[in-house]
């Protein structure tokens, strides 16, 4: 995700210029051939206005329905960050603090926690989450998850099951307490996969780009015969426009992509490996900052 | 559900075509007709940019109507997911794991899941479930569901009965918590139906339709003077351009119809069934692969 | 509620028919009126044109807002077909299944439930419920009703009543996880009241229809000039586009009102009915099927 | 809250006739001088048609938003209203009905939820509460309400504290139930207080209303050289259009605000008021009606 | 936030002034250039209305999703006081009120509760929460708060803690209850956080901004010569149109940020401070009054 406050010019001319470039290059082919060949130029005013205001509906839309689902995976994130942290304190609070089998519990179920967030962000993004869960668990626990296709529901299991097993740690009601924890935890994750494995519909997907790039190339055409030698300049910024309104949806669309516009994961499992070490009064390791702009 | 990463355009090809044929078939008539008769022509800009954009306004609503519906049709299918997922976890830790009994129940329980969402993925399609639930249930259970109207709601209410008959392998407030989840589960299936049963409202059904029809024949005539010999282009392209937003809102409004735009239950079925018995600790099927970039 | 597939021609037409009509009689009347006196005529297409395409926006904002209204309406009544299941389910087994107490009373509650959906379908109908609830009550319990003002609430206020002295058949924890889906039922019941009792504002209800007769009445007179003789053809097919926008709103905005476009009550009481009776074992009517296309 | 089926054009006229007959003049004025002075007019179309399309956004998007708070303003009453009857049966059911101290306790807390409901309309609308509750409360505790700033919440927290000394009248478990019911009450007062506190943002309570009044001041001038004598009727039509998508949003931005479009509360408390003195079983005070089509 | 009733016409032309100015002085300047070289102009009409509907369209979608973003955030707040309330008579009633121990831990949680509200709202404005919270809390507490990354957090989980350790002050089912606020609390800090760590994505805050200005810049030139003498009049009206439209945005995207349009959070922890000081039973501070319009 871009946090800087100024927006990084290098940045968006870097993705905006290449599409702009282009666009650019047919405009001044446009207008060189209606100086040059002079032709009896069609009016095609109304079907452009027709074709941009609905183009223009369309994009309108469909960045809504992207940013949507960007935010809502930024939820999702924000519930699994409250759910961890809430977690960590009912795993605290609701075991009773024995000094030797149930303070032994607590910990491990909040360290099986900070594992499991790290394991879900791997598992969004494509990555093999043992690595990075290794330093939160035993070694025969990470052995008997390999081979497991859901890690993430897996590590949830066994700490519903360690807790199952605390005879006279808890009693039933804190631990159904904590089982309605678990079951917000799960529900944050299956909302995630639902986002990651769900894109948007195809026509959402490809029609909006194809018709941006029918209207650039034929809004020179257009408007030459009114604006003349500045065509290329009316026609690149109006088209940059419509370009930048795709972009804004491409960019949004699929919020756990491994892109610099992703939900920045990394750093919210960071965040909640802090907070859930501090709940245990261990100490933390130092949050995320964004590299040049961009919080991963 | 289309998941294919680049657009197929055999398939967009194969389901624009029909109509986009037509369309430019009268296009060239149109222009033919007006070469040849020369007729006077009316000027019908002015009813023709009122009808266009009032229909893309129309359309647009249309459009994020269905894809709400759509939208909540696979939201429904992610908590009945998660539900399944907490289920499972609740009848294994919320039970007295009982070498004899205890386990049994937990097993029977998990695996009833199972059946139910195949069974609720079977009636939404309109399918019998009976013989896609005939491996995770008993001989005398399926029998006793044979005139069964609501047979998902039936498996439920087993499950419940059998956990109510548990002396002793749980308390109160376990089976709460489960019931609890059951509750979950009812309000998932309830939202399904509905979807299913209420189509949108007539007028939005089959009004945009025609609309777009005589939109369409309209359109070259308003045009052909302007455009000439390009009309059936130009006609052609805008065209498209509304029907494609027409189709857009076909394709979503019925999330249930077993078209290649239909949510995927038959992968979450499986997603279901895999995750369910690797909780059992027990051996899993593949998960379901896109065939030709459709998921069903 | 219209559920048939194909659009009913016949009803299209006999509901849209007599604004039609009138509104290509004056249509004619303009362009015999314009042949005939052939006036020297104004320009109006600047303003026509901001009044059409405000007037569009806000038949598309009106729509939206009715059709919540209506979406909403009908997942009310899901979630209170979702509670009724519960509640059975629940009255079955977190009550002791004793074979004279204990079953009496779940059987009660049930049945119960049942008139409640039937009572408050009445209720939100503007209908007398004690004629459709006594097949399910016993006859003092009827007789006690009368006066009552709010016959819905009383019947959940009797069914807790009668849990709380079940001396022995249940205890507080299953209580209490009962009277969860007492409220939920209220919850559904008083979103219900909220929608039927508080229409629209005002000048949502009364303006648009307004605007849309002048708009109609203005169309020909802004377009003869151009369309001659074709002007009753192009100004009714404009108008058609902005009546029927104005009709789904008024089709939508009042979804309990008694009318073709309603939610479907009494055949979502039926589905509850058959539910019910069905988790009690006994014998169930058939669900209600469409007439005409038409399911009340 | 106007609820009568019918327009009541008199006050339609009524709210509307003053800037509209502002409008009117300065229409007449501006079509006078035109045909006076003749002026060589100016070509205002692009920026007026610029004008109006963003400014009817714009007002679209207010009268959205205003509609928003509008309607959740009553949802929150409708809460309101269910969590007073869950209250109620609650207090009834979930308190042991001790021929003695039992039900004197139910009563009181049923009391005290009236009182409640009076003292929160009285607050939203800026009235002393005191007078509306004394019926409802003993005199001493009208006395110990005196100098406390937050009157409902004090209610409340009056109704949990008897309960927590009602020694062996109920137990945890239904306490608990019963103090989740309060923490209904407490979001939906909360909610209504945020709606009432926090009005819409500066810039869309003032500028909406800043831009119409421009828009209309410069209409008459766009058109006056298409329209000629008819540019009163013209512009008067067109501003009213605006005018109205204005009137809606102001009205209904401030759902607590003692005016004829505000959310009904005397109503809604006379209607708890009703069901909670008959889930009492004593005798209710007749229901509120509109007068002369509106509703308090 | 500004809560005056009427507006500040001094903060507006503060606010609006400097770009208002430039605005003008560039369309004097092409109106000039206009005049003196009289240069044979383009028709640019075509280009600017698409350039402006779509520009429209996209300010009226963001400034929808910054609406939205400030709405969440108040309500999120909303949602703090209401638990707040909630927990401070749970801590009262459902805490036995023995009369050493239990009122003790009762004071004691509920004003950690009013420091919690402060300190979170210094760590949302990027303030040090320690000076503020130290009224509310014991000296060693405070102490053993320094190092704490999420202060709010650590308060939470010492209440939760002194609860545990309550021995026969409640029980488990209580305790529970208080837990699930204590949830609902961490929800609502989760929900700010995300709000105040994820600015909107970066096409949303800096492109509008670059269009909005480059709009401006074209508008002059495309209206002049139709406007002539008048542009810089008619150009800078339509500008500050889309400027207001642009600065709508820009004030309500960061609702945590410090600004005369932000949530005003002083007044809300102040609000929380009396309500439950009063519930205490102790003397309460005023509440806070706006200042200059502003309440912050």
Redesign the interface.
Known sequence: ???SDT?SFG??VQEAMPPLLLLFVWDVVVTIAYFTFAPKL?????????????????L??R???A?AR?WEA??LW??M??AS??L???A???ID?DPVKGKALSREIVLRQIAYVHALRCVLRGQDPLPEITPFLKADEIEELTG???IP??L??TS??H??HANGLT???????I?????DI??A???M??IKR??L???????PQL?TR?FCV??PI??VS???I?TPL??T??GL??I??L??GD??KDPFSNTV?DVPMSAMCKTVE??LL??LGES?PP?LVPERGVLM
Chains 1, 2, 3, 4, 5 share one sequence.
Do not use: C
Request: overall charge neutral; glycine content about 6%; proline content about 4%.
């Open positions: 995700m871009i946090v927006p940045r968006v069609l009016e095609i005013e109304l079907p452009m206005t027709l074709f941009g205001t609905a183009l223009a509906l369309v309108g839309f960045d809504n329905s940013y960007w930024r939820s924000g519930l960050i409250n942290r809430s960590a304190r009912q605290i609070t609701l603090d497991t296709k859901n529901n897996a949830l299991n519903a099951r807790l199952a009693d039933s009601f804190r631990r159904v307490r089982e309605s924890t678990f079951v799960a529900n994750q299956g909302g996969e639902r769900t894109p519909p195809m026509h959402y997907r490809f029609l018709f029918i034929l809004l257009a408007i009114d604006l003349g500045l009316g026609s910024l109006v426009m419509f930048a309104a972009q804004i960019d949004l516009h802090i907070d501090q709940t933390a949050a």
